[in-house]
Structure formats: structure tokens, C-alpha cells
């Protein structure tokens, strides 16, 4: 029986709950609280259902950078993914880097390039939803981002995207790339079992390093500063005076 192969790219982000301090317009990591992105989440429980409906699925994660990246590579096995490869000397902090050094690791891993290519619908540290549609191109495969429902029978994906006002409908063929909206399904939590096997995994590695340039150049950080100014009106006219003459106008 043909094995379908499924990847899952994943990152690795700061929790939300995190403090986020600037030092000489250098982001503070030292007390940052290192997750799985969320978004990610999603997708490597989509790919791990696919596992379970069909035999004949083997599902592999894929994250860009160094050794720190083993937890939320083994995180992912502990959800289900059968294996792990960490993509080395990748950089995280450019979409079309990551999305070239992505490009590299998959080709390289696989004998062929796999049916299927999960992503979350972006990082949440950033926030630019690029890598899973430039990693598509690279990679000559179609695309839909966003995704909230699917479904697939044989080689044909039916997928469902919320855009405002409606609901978009797409039906692709593999290979393909999709990137995991929220909504899509509901992550399943690791159990201490799945932990402790998970950590006795082998981790693969890839040489992602390419020769190319970043298309984002980052300057210096600093904290915004937010300042307060209350006050309590008693009328709405006097509410329209305070438009009028503190913003403006209308």
C-alpha cells in the first residue's frame, strides 16, 4: 500500500502570558516563556487525524532553527506525529528565509517531495501569515491559508475558508500546502505517557542554510509608551465639544 506523507512545519514563540522587555533596542529573551505556536497546533492535529482515518499515513514536523527547537518537536510526537526533523541553521526571523530553508529540508528529507505540506495560519509573534503560501510557491505546490473545515476523499481536498460576510469553498488536488486556521479542530492534550516516549525519539536534522539574503531588516526595538487621559462628561453635547475640539473635529 502507498504511504501518503504528510508534513507539518511548526514554530516556536514566546507565550502570550510572557513579559516582553526592550534593553538597548534589543528585545530582553531571558525571561521569555518559549511555546508552540498555537496556530501550529491545529495544524499537527489535522495531520494526525488524517494518520488516524487512513493507515497509510506517516506524518513528519519540520521546524527551522537550533537545538531549542527539540521541544516543540517532541511536543508534536507527543501529539501523535510519527517523526521529527529539525531543520538547522534556519532562521526564524524572516518569512522567505524560513519559507526557503523549509523549502530545502523538505526536498531534501523526502525521495519525493510529500502529498501534503500543514502549517499554522501564522505565528504568533509576528503575525505575518507569509511562509505556508511563499513555501507553496517554492515548493510548486497549491495553497489555501485560513482553512476552518476539511475534507478529503482520495486525492481530492474539499476546504473551507471564513472570509467577511461568507464562507470561500476550494477543492484541490494534492500536493498541496494548508495552513490551519483557528476552529479547524480542537488540539489534543499530551499525556505523560506520550511525553516520556516522546522524548526517547530520534530527532532528525537537515542542513537548512541557504544563500540568501533577508527581505526584512530590523532596526531598533522599543517599548510603546501608553499613556492614559480619562475624563467623564456629563452631556452628550458636552461629549461632541470634546470631539470638536480635541480630535479635530468629526
Not at 141 to 150: D, E
Not at 151 to 175: A, D, S
Not at 178 to 184: D, F, M, P, R, V
Amino acid at each position: 500500500m502507498e504511504v501518503m506523507e504528510i508534513a507539518v512545519c511548526i514554530n516556536r514563540v514566546p507565550d502570550t502570558g510572557s513579559r516582553i522587555d526592550v534593553r538597548n533596542g534589543v528585545i530582553e529573551t531571558s525571561r521569555l516563556n518559549m511555546v508552540l505556536n498555537p496556530y501550529d497546533e491545529y495544524a499537527i492535529e489535522e495531520a494526525v487525524r488524517f494518520k488516524e482515518r487512513h493507515p497509510a499515513v506517516a506524518v513528519t514536523a519540520f521546524s527551522a532553527g537550533g537545538e531549542e527547537r527539540y521541544d516543540v518537536l517532541r511536543k508534536a510526537m507527543a501529539m501523535g506525529v510519527d517523526k521529527a526533523c529539525l531543520v538547522e541553521n534556519g532562521k526564524d526571523d524572516d518569512s522567505y528565509v524560513v519559507a526557503a530553508s523549509l523549502c530545502k529540508a523538505i526536498r531534501e528529507y523526502y525521495p519525493e517531495l510529500p502529498d501534503l505540506v500543514f502549517c499554522g495560519r501564522e505565528s504568533s509573534d509576528c503575525n505575518r501569515a507569509q511562509v505556508p503560501l511563499m513555501l507553496a510557491e517554492m515548493l510548486g505546490f497549491a495553497a489555501v491559508s485560513a482553512v476552518t473545515k476539511l475534507e478529503m476523499h482520495n486525492r481530492e481536498i474539499k476546504v473551507w475558508r471564513e472570509i467577511e460576510g461568507g464562507i470561500e469553498e476550494y477543492v484541490l488536488h494534492t500536493p498541496a500546502v494548508i495552513s490551519a486556521e483557528k476552529g479547524l479542530n480542537h488540539p489534543r492534550k499530551t499525556n505523560v505517557k506520550a511525553v516520556v516516549k516522546a522524548r526517547k525519539q530520534p530527532v532528525a536534522h537537515v542542513d537548512g542554510s541557504i544563500e540568501e539574503s533577508p527581505r526584512i531588516l530590523y532596526g531598533t526595538f522599543f517599548s510603546v509608551e501608553r499613556s492614559r487621559n480619562c475624563k467623564f462628561l456629563e452631556t452628550a453635547g458636552d461629549l461632541v465639544r470634546v470631539l470638536h475640539e480635541e480630535r479635530g473635529g468629526l
